[in-house]
């Protein structure tokens, strides 16, 4: 599985949008992005994966440039329970590897 | 609600003690992953199942085992606890052996004392 890097931590006023970054120049072309976040103490919560199309549900937005070699997460209108540790994830669902690995993620704190 | 449901939610016990804690996976979910989360620390893979055969294994401890049950829950197994093992444990849970999607409970928090 290709390896992210994603900033340790980032700010963000509430309302406004949160673009959280994720470097994955070694993906490769069967190897989806994962977003996971974990709030506090609680259980790592899955938001949304893609392959090479931008995708959008309930919880946020995930722009994949056209190279793959970057993506984003977007929060559209972040509120102070957004507030978490977000990782990105590349993984191929055809990976003999069955770990899921966290990195160290990106936490992203919301301010009033 | 993940749908994923681990038992207890807390718990305390003393050095040198076993204790198991469970995970119920999502219904349908054939496959079963734990993880161990240390205070400040990052989510460190242990194990994982799928069907009830061990599938990968990470940095687990030879003090701790695990299994799948034939009705798909899963059981951790901890002993000769020592003060280090105090953590968060959290089972996941995914369809597929990938376990690309994986849906987490809430954890069991171990605290040694």
């Known amino acids: 599985d290709a390896k992210t890097t994603q900033p340790p931590s980032m700010d963000c006023a509430e309302g406004r949008a949160a673009n959280l970054p994720c470097n994955h120049s070694?993906?490769?072309?069967?190897?989806?992005v994962y977003w996971y976040r974990q709030i506090h103490s609680q259980g790592p919560q899955y938001i949304i994966h893609?392959?090479?199309n931008n995708e959008t549900n309930e919880m946020a937005s995930l722009i994949i440039t056209e190279d793959r070699k970057s993506s984003t997460l977007i929060l559209p209108h972040a509120t102070l329970r957004d507030t978490a540790v977000y990782y990105c994830?590349?993984?191929?669902?055809?990976?003999?590897?069955?770990?899921?690995?966290f990195g160290k993620g990106t936490l992203l704190t919301v301010n009033p | 609600d993940s749908g994923v449901t681990q038992t207890p939610k807390h718990l305390i016990t003393a050095t040198g003690q076993r204790v198991t804690l469970r995970c119920s996976p999502r219904?349908?979910?054939?496959?079963v992953y734990w993880y161990q989360q240390s205070l400040d620390q990052g989510l460190q893979f242990l194990i994982q199942?799928?069907?009830?055969?061990?599938?990968a294994k990470g940095n687990i401890l030879e003090r701790f085992s695990a299994q799948q049950f034939p009705d798909l829950h899963s059981e951790l197994n901890l002993s000769s606890l020592e003060l280090g093992d105090s953590a968060l444990y959290f089972c996941?849970?995914?369809?597929?052996?990938?376990?690309?999607?994986?849906?987490f409970g809430q954890g069991t928090r171990l605290t040694v004392v």
């Open positions: 996941a849970s995914s369809v597929n052996p990938v376990g690309t999607e994986a849906f």
């Open positions: 070694t993906i490769s072309g069967n190897e989806y």
């Open positions: 893609g392959l090479k």
């Open positions: 994830i590349v993984r191929s669902p055809l990976s003999s590897n069955y770990k899921l690995t």
């Open positions: 219904s349908g979910d054939l496959s």
């Open positions: 199942y799928y069907n009830g055969e061990e599938r």
